[in-house]
């Protein structure tokens, strides 16, 4: 049974420049959430996913947002880089949402601004 | 603001001794609770789930879980090396009528001597 992929593993960006990261949650999990993990902050809740609506959202600013399509697929999207965007953002599925079971993560992808 | 609290270490304990980690969380509506592990440059892993008072136990793994005090740990018995990780507190947050979203400690950084 496949993971939680996510793609790319790294990225280097500039200041100003726009990104987006995908996640594809494991097969039959419709709930996919997004995290920003810093070394100073720790593991950042940034919004929810579950059959394609944004169910839950954390306070990040509007530069950060994302989608969910029909697949279960996801993608954040985060424009106007600035240099504290930089971190580790990391995607995970559940099952049903309720985290009765608990989330399962991707390995990530590491996000520099320069 | 929702918080789950966790003394950030480092925990050093002896290769065989008995490693306890705790976590305090704010949101009394809280129902479900995880704790995971994040090796240094992974990503985090599911270890154990807790839903009611008292113990519960996986392998060298005890969850313990005191909704009055609003308390969480976590016990590893015969510690091994391979166990030096961080250890997340992970706390399901609800949010109105909202199936809600695991709010994360900042972790315990967990070392195991041989």
């Known amino acids: 049974k496949a993971g939680v992929t996510q793609t790319p593993r790294y990225l280097i960006k500039t200041r100003g420049q726009q990104v987006t990261l995908s996640c594809s949650p494991i097969s039959g999990h419709r709930s996919v959430s997004w995290y920003q993990q810093t070394p100073g902050q720790g593991l950042q809740f940034l919004f929810e996913?579950?059959?394609?609506?944004?169910?839950n959202k954390g306070n990040f600013p509007g530069r950060f947002s994302g989608r969910q399509f029909s697949n279960s697929r996801s993608e954040m999207n985060v424009s106007t880089l600035e240099l504290g965007d930089s971190a580790l953002y990391l995607c995970a599925s559940s099952l049903g949402g309720v985290p009765l079971y608990g989330y399962t993560f991707g390995s990530g992808t590491r996000l520099t601004v320069v | 603001q929702k918080e789950v609290e966790q003394n950030s270490g480092p925990l050093s304990v002896p290769e065989g001794a008995i490693a306890s980690l705790n976590c305090t969380y704010s949101?009394?509506?809280?129902?479900?609770f995880f704790w995971y592990r994040q090796y240094s440059g992974k990503s985090p892993e599911l270890i154990m789930s807790i839903y009611s008072n008292g113990d519960k136990e996986d392998g060298r793994f005890t969850a313990q879980l005191n909704k009055a005090s609003q308390y969480v740990s976590l016990l590893i018995r015969d510690s091994q090396p391979s166990d030096s990780a961080t250890y997340l507190c992970?706390?399901?947050?609800?949010?109105?009528?909202?199936?809600?979203?695991?709010?994360f400690g900042k972790g315990t950084k967990l070392s195991v001597k041989p």
């Open positions: 949101d009394r509506g809280s129902q479900s």
């Open positions: 992970a706390v399901n947050i609800l949010n109105g009528g909202s199936q809600g979203n695991l709010i």
């Open positions: 996913y579950f059959s394609e609506t944004q169910r």
